[in-house]
């Protein structure tokens, strides 16, 4: 089982539609979390911390439930330019900086 | 300002050979992080240092992959008896723990190819 699962679409949605990601932990010492973008063939790169209170940055709304241990990207009024592959990201912090990534989502906005 | 860079941006070699790939960080940025990616999957953790000392590097697959940071800026990750399997983007990445808080900044990659 991967530490970091997410469904890897590809979404396929129209401009202006609001679109949600979902992605589920198995390490419950996680402590940190995280959404990346990556376009293709580029790096990843931050698009938003995720805290336990949620967390809103523009149309990106981040959720995190340590419970269930499931983190949610929800984008309101999508652009093209929101085309990308998001990736859930946590770290343990404790004895671990390093980031565990999901395998990624893909969305694709169309005109 | 300038962020982290990665030479060479791509490599292609020939299974057996050796290859060394640079990270250049974001100048002051003490955590050096070395990730790898195949097609289709998230990056994966190799090797994390704090200054010039290696202070996690249980990502390392096996004893093929070697990486230094001697004076605790530039890095450079060493990948012997290369095999086909070794093929995948090799990402670095530079970070600055403040109040806390630590952001990892990438940079764009070496594109790995093991013929």
């Known amino acids: 089982r991967k530490e970091v699962e997410q469904d890897p679409g590809p979404f396929n949605v129209p401009e202006g539609a609001t679109v949600a990601f979902n992605c589920t932990y198995s390490n419950s010492a996680s402590q940190s979390f995280f959404w990346y973008r990556q376009d293709c063939r580029k790096e990843p790169k931050l698009l938003m911390s995720?805290?336990?209170s949620g967390n809103e940055d523009g149309r990106f709304t981040a959720q995190l439930n340590r419970a269930s241990q499931y983190i949610s990207l929800l984008i309101r009024d999508s652009k093209l330019s929101d085309s990308a592959t998001y990736l859930c990201?946590?770290?343990?912090?404790?004895?671990?900086?390093?980031?565990?990534f999901g395998s990624g989502t893909r969305l694709q906005v169309q005109p | 300002g300038a962020g982290v860079s990665q030479t060479p941006s791509n490599k292609v070699t020939e299974k057996g050979k050796y290859v060394e790939l640079r990270c250049d960080p974001i100048?002051?940025?003490?955590?050096l992080y070395w990730y790898r990616q195949s097609l289709g999957q998230g990056p994966e953790f190799l090797i994390y240092f704090q200054g010039t000392g290696a202070a996690d590097d249980s990502g390392l697959p096996n004893d093929r992959f070697f990486a230094v940071r001697p004076e605790g800026s530039v890095s450079t990750l060493k990948i012997q008896r290369t095999e086909r399997g070794d093929s995948a983007v090799y990402l670095c990445?530079?970070?600055?723990?403040?109040?806390?808080?630590?952001?990892?900044?990438f940079g764009p990659g070496t594109r790995l190819l093991v013929l």
């Open positions: 100048s002051g940025h003490t955590a």
């Open positions: 990201v946590v770290r343990l912090d404790t004895g671990r900086r390093a980031l565990t």
């Open positions: 990445a530079s970070s600055l723990r403040v109040e806390g808080r630590e952001t990892q900044y």
């Open positions: 995720v805290y336990s």
